[in-house]
């Protein structure tokens, strides 16, 4: 876990927003309205924010505590203050396509349509793209800012296809085959990595199920997995899991396929467009200027937010940050670390495109833009229950993936599991 504690005076001048003045110095050194306390998942969009808040609290004189932990930590850490209605968390980081129904039924977001109203023009809070601000709503409530567009892409090895002859796959058969005619000359390189942690897996896999037309529900809202096609879906992805992958996929979600694939033992690597950063940094990755990016089919599209406690105490500080972080000018210093805008203004910014200037941002951009046209914004089962049904379907994808079941087999658990699910959600 990493804290930032720094208290840091009031400085006067040119902001990014158009700030309420900056507190009584004497406010500021009790805590008392004018600190907040930030909690985030390890993430790219953390990685990237963390470095800019000094000047946030330069420009507000409000001080940020950040919390930082794993995801699942991150997950557990939230739950535990939201439940407790504890005052010590006042914003924090959601995926509303995951947790939003059960945390809105459950009173755990602070709505904010009232303070979107009132935000000053500059922020342009009608800015956002459809889908990204869709995306943190739940009923029609607007229980999150969107920080971030992102879903699957497929990284490859510019050298190791230009020098085995490879073209980048742009079908499910495709990939397979690529897959298997790498697996064919080195023993050295993992064809391919994936997911395959169960929480983590339906965010890959949704590409597989979609590319079959099928939904995770029908329109009856009742599971889809008693289709054919669902079983043809999931012997598609476990069998390249397990014949392709690297030893102890099952255990891999995106921090280990991105640490394999840039320590130069992946060919291709099958995982968010938010990965980029971190395959491409030359301090940290080897093989950062051989990373080609390329658009999956039928890929699925999702934005991360940022929400604020409804027990918060400092809710007007708490409000000053998120439209701080969520402004156009952060999100384009986000934008220009391979962080995708979930604002369209951001994206279109010709600062923005120069950024890009290599051949894998251009991919890369063309590739997100792609899954923000044709994403599909259901990237696992909606309801109330969404983190125990992407459970149901990694629990079973895995067995599959182990040999464990047969594609029919976890075809039918899932069908079972969901059908349960969907009827106490």
Known sequence: MKTRTRLLGCVLGAAVLALPACGNPTDAASGAGNAINLVM????????????????????????????FAEQQTRDKIQLNLQSRSAAMDVYMTLP????????????????????????????????????????????????????????VLYYRTDLFEQWGLTPPTTVDELRATAEAIKGRTADVTPIT???????????????????????????GAPTFDDPR?????????????????????????????????????????????????????????VAENVGVAAVPATTVLSW???????????????????????????????????????????????????????????????????QENGNVEVGPVGANAPAMRKVIGDAVGKAILGEASPEQAAAEIQSGLTSQLADG
């Open 305 to 371: 937010g940022i929400a604020m406690s409804p027990f918060s105490e400092n809710k007007d500080a708490a409000w000053q940050f998120m439209q701080w972080a969520t402004s156009p000018a952060t999100q384009l210093e986000l934008a220009k670390a391979d962080i995708a805008p979930p604002r369209q203004s951001v994206a279109d910014e010709p600062s923005y495109a120069e950024a890009l200037d290599t051949p894998t941002h251009q991919q890369w951009r063309a590739a997100v833009a792609d899954l």
């Open 41 to 68: 998942s390890n993430h790219p969009w953390q990685r990237g924010i963390e470095p800019l808040i000094d000047r946030f609290e330069e420009e507000s004189g409000i001080t940020v505590n950040v919390q930082t």
């Open 194 to 220: 994936l997911r395959g942690a169960s929480s983590a897996l339906p965010f890959t896999f949704g590409p597989f199920l979609h590319g079959t037309g099928l939904e995770w529900t029908d329109a009856q």
């Open 97 to 152: 396509s995951r947790e939003g129904p059960v945390f809105a039924s459950s009173g755990y977001y602070e709505p904010l349509d009232d303070r979107l109203a009132q935000a000053p023009a500059e922020y342009e809070a009608d800015g956002f793209s459809r889908g990204a601000l869709t995306g943190m709503q739940v009923d029609g409530t607007t229980y999150a800012l969107p920080i971030n567009v992102e879903g699957p």
């Open 230 to 286: 669902a079983v043809l879906a999931i012997d598609q992805y476990a069998t390249l899991a397990r014949e392709f992958g690297p030893p102890g996929v099952i255990n891999y979600s995106f921090t280990e396929s991105s640490t394999l694939f840039a320590q130069g033992k992946a060919a291709m690597e099958l995982e968010s467009s938010n990965e980029l950063n971190s395959l491409i940094d030359p301090g940290s990755s080897t």
